[in-house]
């Protein structure tokens, strides 16, 4: 007999074989979630980043900027081409280096550099970036993305392993902040240059995670 | 009774399917539906199975490897018989489908078929269009080729801008921390497992709901849609004036279905399969990606935007458009049906295909890209160089080797970034030249750094030169007060 307040057996169990089903699924969803997840958590705490060489200081000559590849530190077994990158690369004097990333800070097409005006192109948009990657025009937002680099032993050592994208920490730590890089055009080449500098050498020194 | 009179009867007894779908068959439709302006559904429709059918032959062959992709669709467009003319039946058809699934909204939404009852249908129409959209942009991806591979890179940098939680969905959408093989095996899973899944669920309930509820009738202007009435009205419609869609009014819809693939093989045929462009190596940086067809309107609006607006239209753009689209029945679901009474939707259409078609338009020959190869593959016209001083044409030698050339047209050749500089003398005297060169600005790099003080002045004794015959270049009148020039002098010797 099943009044107002009472519940058959069948309704019960009908009940019951919901919760289960309920808990049998929660406890399903953890894996699914955790393996969709994967490519997230396996880069946490920079895990992708490592230190790959570019090549011998002398192959780049002082005051130029050379275009240099170098393999992606993570590789699959189906990447192919793909894991070969390539990457600006200046010497400014010495064991003084810029090393700039192919891709556009606008929306990452590959940026040629052009050595007769000193300018970085980029082909899709019209971004133009000058020879120290500080924004010259276009749309980009900021300079060109800057891998953290150090000289050892005579080799050219880049930290790398991510896409530069304009929203990635990894990528934003680096090169012409948008304070000095980007927008006022009539300000003159040096003093946007010494006032990037300090900025950039101070980043430089607060956020290695060498 | 027949033989096969007998099989059919022995399959219906267990299956029970014959009546339904008589039923749904000879449902009646208003008389006036059976229009050559209702065959838009039908003809998406029948793409989509095109798309389904060649996606799978397709399937047979390619292979969702980033080392081996590439390879496999040479192999498809060479070495397999007829492996091109796939390929193309399903490139052409996914080019056919985007512009049908718009013809049909744009017809849906003139036509008031978006109001009561059949707000649902709209909305999970909105849906199908997403769906088809994002099968245009996951098989271009499957296209693994340069344009796809940083076409990736464009959709990575979109993504990034979302605050917070950018850079994880970079991560989710490229399976890892570079495009690599991880992406286009998530990209493949997506454009033929998960999307096509979607669109069939969404596809039924589309057309079961278009059954139930019946076909929007033919709008008269003055027929206002009601809440209380309109149901009542419209099996009024049906029952008195109906005639049965099977074979009223399907004789249109089987004719231009098979028109549209037959339009969609000729162009197979005549065009071609698209692409692959060059391998997806990210090391080749002599490329200049474009995205397929339906989002070069996009491309284009992302080079107009100003940096500071970019981020915000990026990512509130397409919320605010879609959640434009979702409530738009909800906003006017009763009235007028009419477009003959609806100046504003019909004028909202006129003004979003006229932008659509101009950035599209646009982004077929990219004016706001720097020409990378003017510097040294178009010459300065000789009518620029003739009679013209030593200095003059040193200039023009500066103008060519700084690849201003690559901004700057003379004579129609050249970039298109920056303003053409045929005329340039009658708009800026000698000091705004040398101050624009040295400085910059309205979006010109700065050049003070790269040319010598020399090349500066030959540089500017150019393009002081260039200036139509017959009229005067700019002068600031107060200089040549204060320096004492004499005026005609002046002008006598830039002739």
Known sequence: ?210 | MGVIGQIGQWFDQRLQLAAPIRDAAEHPVPRNTASWFYVFGSAALTVFLLQLVTGILLALIYVPSASEAWSSLQALNHDVTLGWFIRAMHGWGSNFMVAVVLIHMVQVFLFGAYKFPRELTWIVGVFLLLMTLGMAFSGQVLRFDQDAYWGLGIGASIASRVPIAGPIIVKLMLGGPIIAGATLSRFFALHVFVIPGMLIGFVCLHLLMVLKLGINEWPMPGRLVKRATYENEYHQLTRKDGAPFVPYAVWKDLFFAAFILLAVAACALYFGPFGPTGRPDPTIIQTAPKPDYFFLWLYGLLSYLPPSMETPALLIGPVVVIAFLVLLPFLSGEGEKSWRRRPIAVLTVLLIAIILGTLTHLAGYTPWSPHMNAWSGDPVPEQFLHGRTALERQGALVFQVKQCRNCHSLGDLGGQRGPALDSVAVRLTQDQLIRQVIQGGGNMPAYGKNLSPAETTALVAFLETLHPRGQAPARDAARDLALGEDKDQRQGAQR
Not at chain 1, 24 to 37: D, H, K
Not at chain 1, 46 to 75: D, H, I, K, M, Q
Not at chain 1, 102 to 114: E, K, Q, T, Y
Request: with cysteine; aromatic share 10%.
């Open chain 1, 1 to 210: 007999m099943t009044g107002e307040n009472t519940i058959s057996r069948r309704g019960l169990f009908m009940k019951l074989g919901i919760l289960f089903n309920g808990l049998v699924a929660t406890a399903l969803t953890v894996p699914i979630v955790r393996f969709l997840l994967s490519s997230v958590t396996r880069g946490r705490a920079s895990a992708y980043l490592s230190w790959v060489p570019l090549g011998r200081v002398s192959e780049f000559p002082e005051g130029e900027t050379r275009l240099a590849t170098f393999t992606n530190p993570y590789v699959t077994p189906t990447d192919g081409k793909t894991v070969d990158t390539a990457c600006w690369v200046r010497r400014v004097e010495g064991e003084q280096f810029q090393v700039f990333a192919i891709n556009c800070a606008h929306l990452g097409c590959p940026v040629r550099w052009f050595p007769q005006s000193g300018l970085f192109m980029c082909p899709c948009h019209g971004g133009a970036y000058y020879r120290d990657g500080s924004r010259a025009s276009g749309p980009p937002e900021r300079g060109l993305f800057e891998y953290p680099y150090k000289v050892k032993d005579g080799m050219v050592t880049i930290q790398a392993g991510e896409l530069p994208t304009p929203g990635s920490p990894t990528a934003s730590l680096f090169g012409n902040e948008p304070p000095c890089g980007a927008r006022s055009e009539l300000v003159s080449i040096e003093s946007k240059l010494s006032a990037c500098s300090k900025t950039n050498a101070l980043l430089r020194k607060t956020k290695t995670w060498a």
